[in-house]
């Protein structure tokens, strides 16, 4: 994709060492949505940095900008691209996004930034959340942005899953433009030459499991167009409540952020930090920290802790072990239907002793040459944070292969079971990167 997405001519010119920004290379970014002005303060800052946040999308307003340099803490700049505001209705793209408007907003930008304005930018903002019809628009967008500013990183964020495919009077074309999920997603990498997918799913917004079936279409929906166009793949989770008296759990917390690493996804961003769109968010709207900042603190520490041996290898599949064949929470398609156990070659009968749920990502080195492979387990009997236990997980492997299994907390080790394979414990919700290897390297 690289190459298509910035091609370079003499008319093209680039903004300072913007072509070199985007989200730091070689990590898994962590990041949050809505940082209010009554929370750009140093402590503020300081905490945020604390609890492992890497990016911010929607900075409000710019008094904390150079404490974002100060501790390091990307942005994600929105108001120069012209867009509809709110959730858009279809066509309202092109309406919004005039030419005039358009090179107006570039200009803007251009300038701010040559000034300085931005010491942290990560990507521009085209937006959120369009219907299908306007990917069109939204593709010559890009590429008006890319001869304006060559190389420029760019941010979309799509709709969800959920999002409606039938026509009401609000929304003529629906809110997806498109009959299903899986023609959205292929009709925005038709059209829409930005490097990742990204979209927001707030699964714990209803009160009951209604969106489980859902949010895993969506993560396999989002995976599979990634590998067969090279985008990565990025996550917008939920830490907020849509109830006052509820709040999501650590170990919901937990769930999405694995879930990400199992489909192979390259960030996570929590919406919202500060007061955005419901309630129950890190930070209050008096500047006090809520239950969800210890927590949010602490599932990003595990995330982190897991990065550097996750980020060698890329996602090449994920499997769904352990769940029924008529399972109600996966509406997939017959090639995507669950398995017993895993065996692919090299790890073989992978699965839970007590035949719970695992979502497994199936990965192979980066690294040109490299045959390690990995395997990223999460825990999924549990995501609602109801009946939370231990399970035992078993496997063997090819012979003249060798296993590593790296936890959140630290590397776990191996057991073997009556059967001679190889065993660990893995608590629900939690997620473990297995790194097989030639046995010679060890």
Known sequence: MTSKLHVLSALMLTVGSAAAAGLHHGQFNIGTYCLATYAQTEDHLRDMKEAGIDFVIDLCGNSGRPLLAKYGIQEIVG??????????TAGSWAQEGTLEKFDKGCAKFRADYDAGKYPTFAALSLGDEPNAVDF?????????????????????????AYASTTPTEKYPK?????????????????????????????????????????????????????????????????????RENFWVSENMLRFQGFATMAFGGESIAWACWTA?????????????KTQQYEKVKKVNAELKRLSPEYMRFRN????????????????????????EALDDGFMRNLRALDGD???????????????????????????????????SVRFALAEGFSAKVHGWSGNIALGTGDDGNKVFNLESCAGVLIVVSPASVR
């Open 276 to 288: 955005g769109w419901w309630k129950n968010f890190v930070i209050d709207a008096k500047g006090r």
């Open 79 to 88: 108001g120069y691209i012209p867009h509809p505001p709110g959730t858009p």
């Open 357 to 391: 749920r695992l979502v497994v990502g199936a990965m192979v080195a980066r690294k040109e040459g490299c045959a390690d492979r990995a395997y990223f387990v999460l825990a999924a009997d549990d995501p609602f944070d109801e009946a939370h236990k231990t399970r």
């Open 174 to 242: 629906a809110q997806l433009g498109t009959s299903s999920y899986k023609e959205y997603i292929a009709a925005y990498c038709r059209n829409v030459p930005i490097d990742h997918i990204c979209w927001d799913f707030y699964m714990y917004s209803p009160p009951d499991h209604s969106l489980l079936p859902k949010f895993y279409e969506n993560f396999t929906v989002v995976a599979d167009a990634c590998r067969n166009t090279g985008r990565t793949l990025r996550f917008i989770g939920q830490v907020n409540s849509s």
């Open 136 to 160: 069109p628009h939204l593709g010559k967008t890009v590429a008006r942005v890319h001869k304006a500013m060559a190389g420029l990183p760019l941010y979309l964020n799509l709709f969800p």
């Open 316 to 339: 090449v599949a994920t499997y769904f072990v352990g769940f029924p064949q008529n399972c109600e929470d996966l509406k997939l398609s017959e090639d995507e239907k669950p398995v």
